[in-house]
């Protein structure tokens, strides 16, 4: 199975700051890599898909580059509507894995 | 417009067994692979399982292998998640999610909004 380890595992910021979320796969996933963004009590939301494209409606300030194993989701001035947890997920295989989350908490 | 709603959450106790249903809508659900996801408490994103368009193949997280199966009635534009055997790690809020599946990307575009599945004793 493919292991995906995103880091940091949290990260504190402050409104206007540029925020940098990385993932790194196990093995090497093209760009089958996508971010969604997930709040408590929300459905999670697609962000990025294909390791860069911009999901339809996601604002411009999220950015996402990478392919084979590593990857990275830039968000580029955090605003207060992005502080929560991001999480990467493969779908390169039959078991769609998603790393364990890095939490954007605000400073 | 997309919409996808989830039923069928509740107490079970260790050993039970606990039917959710997804009723989709907004979409022509017999096209589109769909899934389960799950998030236990306090944990992250679980991808649990996934069944193909027409429902000829399935797949599923090994943790849940022989005790979960996931279904669905295209005419009824309805995913279905049957779990017995059910355990206290088991407990989660559940999310049916629609696939989408290009050349060159795969992802899950529109989720539920979760119902949770609670088992205690």
């Known amino acids: 199975d493919i292991q995906m380890t995103q880091s940091p595992s949290s990260l504190s910021a402050s409104v206007g700051d540029r925020a940098t979320l990385t993932c790194r796969a196990s093995q090497n996933i093209d760009t089958f890599l996508n971010w969604y963004q997930h709040k408590p009590g929300e459905s999670p939301k697609l962000l990025i898909y294909a390791a860069s494209s911009l999901q339809s409606g996601v604002p411009s300030r999220f950015s996402g580059s990478g392919s084979g194993t590593d990857f990275t989701l830039t968000i580029s001035s955090l605003q207060l509507e992005d502080f929560a947890t991001y999480y990467c997920?493969?779908?390169?295989?039959?078991?769609?894995?998603f790393g364990q989350g890095t939490k954007v908490e605000i400073k | 417009d997309v919409q996808l709603l989830e039923s069928g959450g509740g107490l079970v106790s260790p050993g039970g067994s606990l039917r959710l249903s997804c009723a989709a809508s907004g979409f022509d659900f017999s096209y589109y692979g769909m899934a389960w996801v799950r998030q236990a408490p306090g944990k992250g994103l679980e991808w649990v399982s996934t069944i193909t368009a027409g429902g000829d193949r399935t797949y599923y997280t090994d943790s849940v292998k022989g005790r979960f199966t996931i279904s669905r009635d295209n005419s009824k534009s309805t995913l279905y998640l049957q779990m017995k055997s059910l355990r206290a790690e088991d407990t989660a809020v559940y999310y049916c999610a629609k696939i989408y599946r290009g050349v060159d990307s795969h992802y899950f575009d529109y989720w539920g909004q979760g119902s949770l599945a609670t088992v205690s004793s």
């Open positions: 997920q493969e779908s390169y295989s039959d078991s769609w894995t």
